[in-house]
């Protein structure tokens, strides 16, 4: 068979360490196996491609033999506005996947997302502005991109998991699921609405001919 890799982006805050935990579990898969012992890792430090997205050319020596199915997460971009630490980096994720595939491997894209609102709230607070629009700028020559939904996964759980038509195994029976779905990170950017003019039309049927003030 044609050995397979993932490629998992999105935009930062969007969900990628959840999905590579995910991603990560099933053992037929070369993914990023030392997430599933922390709770969180730095991307530029620990994922197991980490290097090749700088340097494509590494991809060359990188060991195909050790499994069938590869998967890999990298954020676009990645880092933070004005940081001396970990400065922004935006990778070229179509050429990282041209390098892969003259190895006579698959490639297919996953794209994650979450809530606009949410994310522009959680990239403004961690990056100091939102970062989606160097996402928005590559995400035409991607090819054939499946998206991923931060909240049908929340809301289905192994259902949704089960529903997913990628190119490697998902492990979605794995009881350690339940753990990495325990508690949703979107609960804390949610305020109750008390009340709202368009509740009594579901209550009581009323129609509005234009949109409550």
């Known amino acids: 068979m044609t050995k397979q890799l993932l490629i998992l982006t999105g935009p930062q805050g969007a969900g990628n360490h959840l999905w590579s935990k995910i991603f990560s579990l099933h053992p037929e898969v070369f993914g990023w196996k030392s997430l599933l012992e922390n709770y ?23 060991d195909w033999s050790q499994r069938d199915f590869y998967f890999t997460s990298i954020s676009c971009p990645l880092g933070i506005h004005g940081s001396a630490v970990n400065p922004i980096w935006n990778p070229d994720l179509a050429g990282f996947a041209s390098k892969v595939r003259s190895h006579n491997i698959q490639v297919e894209f996953a794209v994650v997302g979450r809530d606009q609102n949410i994310l522009s709230h959680q990239q403004t607070r961690i990056r100091t502005q939102s970062t989606l629009p160097l996402l ?6 991607l090819e054939n991109p499946t998206f991923l939904s931060y909240e049908l996964l929340y809301l289905y759980k192994r259902d949704y998991l089960k529903s997913l038509k990628l190119n ?3 492990a979605w029976e794995d009881p350690r699921i339940d753990e990495i779905l325990a ?17 009594n039309g579901n209550k009581l049927g009323i129609t509005f001919p234009e949109k409550p003030k």
Do not use: G, T
């Open 168 to 170: 490697i195994p998902i």
């Open 40 to 62: 969180w890792e730095a991307h530029r430090f620990k994922e197991p491609f980490a290097q090749h997205w700088k340097n494509h050319e590494l991809l060359d020596n990188f």
């Open 136 to 141: 928005l700028e590559q995400l035409p020559n």
């Open 183 to 199: 508690e949703d990170p979107n609960e804390k950017y949610i305020k109750y609405v008390e009340y709202n003019e368009l509740d």
